[in-house]
Every structure is written in structure tokens, then in C-alpha cells.
């Protein structure tokens, strides 16, 4: 069974620039989340997808933003980077349902400069 | 707010010894807590997950326990290897509006040879 795929797994853009990533789910999982982890705030919530809907946002500005196809791969993006964005951006794939758990992918580093 | 600290920030040992990682939170209102393992500059992999009506989960080495009244779980690790060396992290599974998974800032564990 394939895991939570996240592409790239690494990324150096200039302040100003956008950014888009890509999250695969575990087949069948309805559900993803993003997440930021940074060395000072540790890992924050961004936002839960589930269904093509997004069903929970965490404290992140507007220029971070995410979508969700119906197979389930969701895009996280974000709009005119700043240097404090740069961080391990991770999705954790769940079925959706309260209490069953999550797996996280390998994440992608965003370096921004 | 539900808020997740873990102590201590860092543990070093010899090989071979048992340990035991520490997570309190402050809100019982939670469905599940999910330990997890993370290598420097990995993702995150899921070690193991307690329901709220469960007391612990045990795999291989690993015994978790969760005392919700008193907002506490404790990873032991048995006999440790140099292997365990990496960052431990609990998260707590409220599924309210701060997010899915709130984290504790980790453990970093160095297992000496």
C-alpha cells in the first residue's frame, strides 16, 4: 500500500514568488492535512481538506491557500513568499473520521531567499 | 486552547537503557493521542496511536500509556539502540478549531553506542 507522496521535496524561490505543492493521500483516504514546521514554532496547523471542501483552517494569512480534486491529491499554495516561510511543509492523510489517526508524508523543504 | 508540552527538550543515554518520554496536555476533550517519530529533515512516522477509552498501546519496544483525567501519556522505550536516535513528538487529536493534530515542540533523543 503506497504511502502519502508530497512533491517536490525540495524548493528555493525568491521572496515575491509563489509556490505550489503537491500532496498524494494513501488510496482511499478522504481526507488531508497541511501542516508548517519551523524550528522556532514547531509544527502548526495550516488546513484540513476532506471531499474537495475545506472543513478546517488553522492561523495562517490568506496568502496560504489549498485546494482538494476528487481523487483526493490536494495543492497547498502560497503567494508572495516571504523569508519567514521558509519551513518543512508537511500533508498527513487520514479516511476523515474522528480518532482514526494520521500519516504523514515525507514533506517538502521550502527554502525561500 | 489546547496546548501540548513535552519534557524533557532532550535526553541523551547509553545504549541499552530504559527510557521514558513524558506528554501532558491541558484539555481531556480529545479523541486520540498519536506518537511519532521524526529523522532529521524527514516527515513524520506515526510510532503509536491511542483511542480516548484506550489506557495503552504497545509495539515492539514501545509501550504508550494515556491518563486523560490527569491530561498525561508517556512513551517507554526498552532497551534502546542507537537506532531510536531521533526527535519524538506527541500530538493530541481534539478535532476542534485549532486544527486536527496539536504537537508538543519533541523530544530529542541521542542513544550513545
Known amino acids: 500500500k503506497a504511502g502519502v507522496t508530497q512533491t517536490p521535496r525540495y524548493l528555493i524561490k525568491t521572496r515575491g514568488q509563489q509556490v505550489t505543492l503537491s500532496c498524494s493521500p494513501i488510496s482511499g483516504h478522504r481526507s488531508v492535512s497541511w501542516y508548517q514546521q519551523t524550528p522556532g514554532q514547531g509544527l502548526q496547523f495550516l488546513f484540513e481538506?476532506?471531499?474537495?471542501?475545506?472543513?478546517n483552517k488553522g492561523n495562517f494569512p490568506g496568502r496560504f491557500s489549498g485546494r482538494q480534486f476528487s481523487n483526493s491529491r490536494s495543492e497547498m499554495n502560497v503567494s508572495t513568499l516571504e523569508l519567514g516561510d521558509s519551513a518543512l511543509y508537511l500533508c498527513?492523510?487520514?479516511?476523515?473520521?474522528?480518532?482514526?489517526?494520521?500519516?504523514f508524508g515525507s514533506g517538502t523543504r521550502l527554502t525561500v531567499v | 486552547k489546547q496546548e501540548v508540552t513535552q519534557i524533557p527538550a532532550a535526553l541523551s543515554v547509553p545504549e541499552g537503557e530504559n527510557l521514558v518520554l513524558n506528554c501532558s496536555f491541558t484539555d481531556s476533550a480529545i479523541y486520540n493521542l498519536q506518537w511519532f517519530r521524526q529523522d532529521p529533515g524527514k516527515g513524520l512516522t506515526s510510532l503509536l496511536l491511542i483511542q480516548s477509552s484506550q489506557r495503552e498501546q504497545t509495539s515492539g519496544r514501545l509501550n504508550a500509556s494515556l491518563d486523560k483525567s490527569s491530561g498525561r501519556s508517556t512513551l517507554y522505550i526498552a532497551a534502546s539502540q542507537p537506532g531510536d536516535s531521533a526527535t519524538y513528538l506527541c500530538?493530541?487529536?481534539?478535532?476542534?478549531?485549532?486544527?486536527?493534530?496539536?504537537f508538543g515542540k519533541g523530544t530529542k533523543l541521542s542513544v550513545k553506542p
Open positions: 481538506y476532506f471531499s474537495e471542501t475545506q472543513r
Open positions: 498527513a492523510s487520514s479516511l476523515g473520521r474522528a480518532g482514526m489517526g494520521y500519516t
Open positions: 500530538a493530541v487529536d481534539g478535532g476542534g478549531s485549532q486544527g486536527n493534530l496539536i
